[in-house]
């Protein structure tokens, strides 16, 4: 069982990008999702969450520009970026709560570079 991203790759300013994460393997449920970024040289941060109770939550840094969604049939979630910029530029880390026969716990995708250029 593991979380496969996609989607990162090179973009101008003011373009788009949607990334997705999928859960491999026979999954009974996927919770807790969200995505998170780290730039070189800069500690990982919080980009976005989706929770289970289909609240979001984004940094302020992003906020209206992306969008965090899920498609539960195929148990993947994207994080669609808009409008992007050069600070967006980092690799991104999809992570969520995955439940899957007797196992259970929190796994993170291997990251997908994002590069934004001016």
């Known amino acids: 069982v593991q979380l496969v991203e996609s989607g990162g790759g090179l973009v101008q300013a003011g373009g788009s990008l949607r990334l997705s994460c999928a859960a491999s393997?026979?999954?009974?449920?996927?919770?807790?999702m969200g995505w998170y970024r780290q730039a070189p040289g800069k500690q990982r941060e919080l980009v976005a969450t989706?929770?289970?109770?289909?609240?979001?939550n984004y940094a302020d840094s992003v906020k209206g520009r992306f969008t965090i969604s899920r498609e539960n049939a195929k148990n993947v979630f994207y994080l669609l970026m808009n409008s992007l910029k050069p600070e967006d530029t980092a690799v991104y880390f999809c992570?969520?709560?995955?439940?899957?026969?007797?196992?259970?716990?929190?796994?993170w995708g291997q990251g997908t570079l994002v590069t934004v250029s001016s």
């Open positions: 992570t969520a709560f995955l439940i899957a026969g007797r196992l259970s716990g929190r796994l």
């Open positions: 393997g026979v999954i009974y449920s996927m919770n807790d």
């Open positions: 989706l929770n289970d109770d289909n609240s979001t």
